[in-house]
């Protein structure tokens, strides 16, 4: 038996389509009905019929994952950078973003966001609610990529040379057009209404690799609108650490074991009084804390 290596590049159910060292893609699944494998995994595979099978799979430099209450989900592995999706319309949930981040953090991912459809009049809104998120250091850039795709994809490329970035984002916010606008030859599905077909909005379902280069040194992941962003790979105690604006301040606590919710003396408290930390941030920081701290099964 032959092993080859391979990168998984698309991945629906059991199924895993993986690309061969010669760049011809096999569909895949993976031994022993294991359900370790994700996008982005570097996998030891052999042939298997007209298909393959996974034998193994290589250890990873980066896993941004998502523990919810009753079940964990894998975006993608090997991962150099988060590319937060926002738009101006649907209206941005800053929690999804909040949490987006966190994890990131957590698995050591490089994050920044973009705010799409910046050529919608509700942009000036979701402008401020990102007003907290420039002020922290994430760095934010606004596109428009579907009615000014040459401006998108001349910013785009020196984010996106040399480096494998997952777009990630609700549903309906542009991650498939932006794929389609600087992947060369991508098809993405995008959410366009299909009267002719009368077949509903389109949505991505599963995450799909994109190479951007023919050296195959720079690809971009698109991947499903998510809804919930559970966080519970995440100890309470450990949270404020995640959080850029909030540890900032949380060295200066009385306590050094401070909550920040209601102890004396605390300098996050104290810096949000102050208007250095936004309270609509605190907010989140104590709904997020409350969360955590809920008995796990
Ligand atoms: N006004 C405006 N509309 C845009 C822009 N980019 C994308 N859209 C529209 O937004 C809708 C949704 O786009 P998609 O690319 O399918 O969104 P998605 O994030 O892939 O959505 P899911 O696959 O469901 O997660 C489509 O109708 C796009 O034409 C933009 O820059 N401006
Ligand atoms: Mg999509
Ligand atoms: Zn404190």
New binding site residues.
């Given amino acids: 038996m032959e092993l080859n290596t391979g990168l998984v590049v698309g991945a629906h159910g059991r199924h895993f389509i993986v690309e061969a060292a010669d760049r011809q893609r096999v569909s895949c699944h993976r031994r022993g009905k294991k359900v370790d494998c994700v996008v982005g995994d570097r996998v030891q595979w052999c042939v298997a019929g007209d298909g393959g099978v996974i034998e193994a799979v290589l250890p990873r430099r980066s896993l941004l994952w998502r523990q919810d209450r009753w079940r964990s989900k894998s975006f993608a592995a090997n991962i150099d950078r988060l590319l937060v ?1 926002v ?3 649907p209206p941005m949930a800053e929690s999804l973003l909040a949490r987006a981040l966190i994890a990131a953090a957590h698995a050591g991912i490089d994050a920044q966001v973009l705010l ?5 009049p509700q942009a000036d809104d979701a402008r401020a609610l990102l007003e907290p998120y420039c002020r922290m250091g994430v760095p934010v850039i606004e ?6 795709a040459a401006t ?1 994809r001349a910013m785009l490329a020196p984010l996106l040379a040399g480096q494998v970035t997952l ?1 990630l ?13 600087i992947v060369p030859d991508a098809t ?6 299909s009267r002719a077909l009368n077949a509903g ?5 599963t995450t799909s690799w994109y190479w951007l280069d023919g050296t195959h040194e720079a690809a971009v992941l ?5 809804q919930e962003f559970g966080l519970q790979q995440i100890e309470a105690a450990d949270l404020a650490r995640w959080l850029p604006d909030v540890a900032a301040h949380a060295a200066s606590c009385r306590f050094v074991n401070c909550t920040h919710r209601s102890e004396p003396d605390c300098a996050v408290r104290a810096a949000a009084e102050r208007g250095e930390v936004s309270h609509s941030r605190l907010r989140l920081y104590e709904r997020l804390y409350e969360e955590l701290s809920q008995p796990r099964y």
Wanted: avoid cysteine; aromatic fraction near 2%; charge should be neutral.
């Fill in positions: 999706i738009a101006a319309s799409n459809k910046a050529d919608l596109a428009s990529v579907k009615h000014d998108a777009l984002g609700a549903s309906g916010v542009g991650k498939s057009t932006l794929i389609n606008t993405a599905q995008v959410g366009e209404i909005r389109h949505t991505t379902t698109d991947s499903p609108g998510f």
